[in-house]
């Protein structure tokens, strides 16, 4: 279980930390009670010996003959003089109030009290000793009593933790091995039995589903690319072909009678690779997110402009612009180059692939209130089952006239989507096709 | 200019491709038919088997390869050269196992393809020299049986089935076990190509022929020998 970037751990795991938080809540809990048993012990302790501290009767304080053998008693006269002692003589302290004090090295407990004869007063003492080593005594059972309590504790700490932690561990084994076998569904942690543990791996899912769902966009986008560019290369090298075969014929045949016609057909392939890398421009540039360019573009503006490209580019074509029919919106938010581009490949594929001798340039409004360009041809028209798949890149419909790149309708779907909206292909009233461009409705304006 | 009337099929589905090569291979000396799609290339060969068949491998539809395959399955031994506009070793991998016997990656010299036509042309109809059986003659490497009479080939009890070129390598190897031969050599032997040229056609078959040889979990027999070429021979 060791790899790259793993450290030597030093922190307690959990488990240890909820026993010794266990086993110390207990040393704090013991601690005070001890202490609460200890002062409470002494105290009580002290007041039984100081029950004890009675002068005898006085018959028995008279003779000292059966004065208890553990009790010290000092006999003083009125003058202050002592008259008797039994045990060590006993210092005067305030009568009736219990004291301590210290004889020849000894702790006393001693309490005065009047004697038998008025004036005489009667010092009755005890020494400590027993009664502290009670209180020691049980003080050392209540701190044996508390070191057990802690262990315990700190050992039912140990095994109800690791409990605790099992959803801990769990999830950490889960995780630990979420990348050993990919999937294709974004992996699910589970680390029931806490709610801590839960939330963790509730988090933990989600974030994993978030990273699963990227993980999947850049492949998908990457796949997308890497065909993108294999199909690009593929496109480029069909007319690079003919290129290069014409050219070897014109380099081994100087004087051949049909040069003419070979340099033609080298024009004509260069014309392809220059119409591919165009088209292979546009699409990257449309693939950029929109930046300055969007604007507010005149509809009107927008199809004289387009008409104007298409007659320059097609002379013999005959161009018409209808007038907006219905309730269209006089300008639409967006980049009219790219429009204006998306146009003019679509006049493209009618001439090309149509065959179109006439287009027709129009603006319509959609059934969402946004703005339909749709440009009409005469031509051939498209097989209705084709009409979804030619919008995809590099993919030529069956009836597709001269060579082209294959990119042209993908160029218009691509502004379309830019523009949020969508190409539609279908039958064109005077019998061709018509590419319909409709443009979302929060860009009309 | 051995056989300067001879026919050959050229297939491409882009017009512009397949014109220039019409005219190119017409000014070269052969005799050119075209077809634009793998149902015409077969009603051509149907009509008139041509001595050689240049083939594109994207073709819509049908592709090159499906075309190699149904050439093949009926049984026209004509020299087949692909054409691929796609540079990734698997589209070269299908077409020559389908039974091509070589490729060329668009865009290519037409020199080159001419010099390699005419050179599987001579080969065309008669096997490689160093194929030509004797009399029941066999060859044995190890556990490697070659019926030279019976074209038959046989790895220990199992049988192997190999395309044309395929059986002409092997043989070739095989009658020069222990002997390092170069691609330049091999290509000469195999193919006919003596002049230079710049292609990996030798590796291409020397890794079927190891798969096919080794499918059994036989010990490896085509041994690639660094920088020089190859060679047969039992261990390693």
């Known amino acids: 279980m060791s790899g790259p970037g793993r450290r030597p751990r030093w922190s307690l795991s959990l488990r240890l930390r909820v026993a010794l938080a266990s086993g110390l809540a207990t040393v704090v809990v ?19 010996l100081d029950r004890s501290l009675v002068p005898g009767s006085p018959a028995v304080l008279g003779s000292f003959a059966s004065t208890r053998a553990d009790l010290a008693v000092t006999l003083r006269a009125p003058d202050g003089t002592v008259r008797r002692v039994s045990g060590p003589e006993l210092p005067l302290s305030p009568v009736g109030v219990p004291t301590s004090v210290d004889v020849g090295g000894v702790a006393y407990r001693i309490r005065t009290a009047p004697g038998p004869a008025p004036g005489v007063l009667v010092t009755v003492g005890a020494t400590e000793d027993d009664t502290r080593a009670r209180v020691a005594e049980r003080q050392r059972l209540v701190t044996g009593l508390g070191i057990v309590a802690v262990l315990l504790a700190a050992g039912l700490g140990w095994v109800f ?26 992996p699910v942690v589970r680390a029931d039995g806490s709610r801590e543990s839960e939330e963790l ?4 899912t989600g974030m994993l589903a978030r990273l699963h769902a990227e993980q999947e966009r850049s492949t998908a986008s990457l796949h997308a690319a890497r065909d993108f560019a294999a199909a690009a290369r593929h496109e480029l090298r069909t007319p690079l ?9 014109l380099a081994a045949h100087p004087d051949l009678p049909e040069r003419d016609a070979v340099l033609a057909d080298v024009l004509r392939a260069q014309g392809r690779v220059e119409a591919t890398l165009t088209a292979l421009g546009h699409l990257a540039a449309g693939d950029l997110p929109d930046t300055a360019d969007a604007g507010d573009v005149g509809v009107a503006d927008l199809l004289r402009l387009a008409a104007e490209d298409a007659r320059r580019a097609h002379p013999t074509l005959e161009v018409a612009v209808d007038a907006p029919a219905g309730e269209v919106a006089e300008s639409v938010r967006g980049s009219s180059e790219g429009l204006r581009m998306a146009l003019a490949n679509a006049v493209v594929n009618a001439v090309r692939h149509g065959r179109a001798t006439t287009v027709r340039l129009g603006a319509h409004a ?15 028209g498209l097989p209705a089952a084709e009409r979804e798949a030619v919008l995809g890149r590099f993919v030529r419909g069956s009836t597709a006239g001269a060579p082209g790149s294959g990119l042209g309708l993908a160029l218009v779907a691509q502004q379309a989507a830019r523009h949020g909206g969508r190409v539609h292909l279908e039958d064109a009233s005077g019998g061709g096709l018509r590419v319909s461009l409709a443009l979302g409705p929060d860009r009309a304006g | 200019m051995n056989e300067p009337s001879a026919e050959l099929l050229v297939v491409d589905d882009d017009a512009d491709v397949r014109g220039s090569l019409e005219r190119g291979l017409r000014l070269s000396g052969f005799a050119v038919r075209s077809a634009e799609d793998g149902p015409g290339a077969l009603r051509a060969v149907h009509e008139r088997v041509p001595d050689a068949v240049v083939l594109d491998l994207g073709l819509p539809g049908m592709d090159g390869v499906a075309v190699v395959t149904a050439l093949r399955a009926m049984d026209h ?10 540079d990734t070793v698997d589209d070269r991998v299908v077409g020559l196992e389908a039974g091509a016997d070589d490729y060329m990656v668009k865009p ?14 001579r080969r065309g109809a008669r096997p490689a020299p160093a194929a030509e059986p004797a009399l029941g003659e066999v060859i044995t490497v190890g556990p490697l049986r070659i019926d030279l009479a019976r074209r038959l080939t046989t790895v220990g009890e199992r049988s192997v089935d190999l395309t044309k070129r395929e059986y002409e390598l092997l043989v070739v190897l095989a009658r020069n076990a222990e002997v390092v031969l170069t691609r330049e050599r091999l290509l000469e032997l195999v193919w006919g190509y ?4 710049d292609t990996n056609v030798v590796d291409v078959f020397a890794g079927y022929l190891r798969r096919k040889l080794e499918a059994g979990g036989t010990p490896r027999l085509v041994h690639t020998v660094r920088g020089v070429g190859f060679v047969l021979r039992e261990g390693g």
């Not at chain 1, 005070?32 to 039984?48: K, P």
């Not at chain 1, 072909?241 to 014929?249: F, I, K, P, Q, Y």
């Not at chain 2, 031994?77 to 796609?86: I, N, T, Y």
Request: net charge negative; charged share 30%.
């Open chain 1, 30 to 48: 013991v601690a005070l009670v001890g202490i609460l048993a200890s002062v409470l012990l002494t105290r009580e302790q002290t007041e039984r």
């Open chain 1, 161 to 186: 933790a690791g409990r605790a932690v099992r959803p801990m561990r769990r999830l950490t084994e889960q995780a630990a091995t979420l990348d050993r076998d990919p999937v294709d569904d974004p």
């Open chain 1, 201 to 204: 791996a509730d988090a933990l």
């Open chain 1, 241 to 249: 072909t003919a290129m290069r075969t014409d050219l070897e014929v």
């Open chain 1, 366 to 380: 959609g059934p969402d209130g946004g703005v339909v360009l749709t440009v009409d041809d005469d031509g051939t």
């Open chain 2, 77 to 86: 031994d004509v020299p087949v050269c692909v054409l691929s506009a796609r």
């Open chain 2, 108 to 121: 290519f010299a037409l020199p080159e393809l001419v010099a390699r036509l005419r050179a599987l042309l």
């Open chain 2, 194 to 197: 003596d002049f230079a040229t």
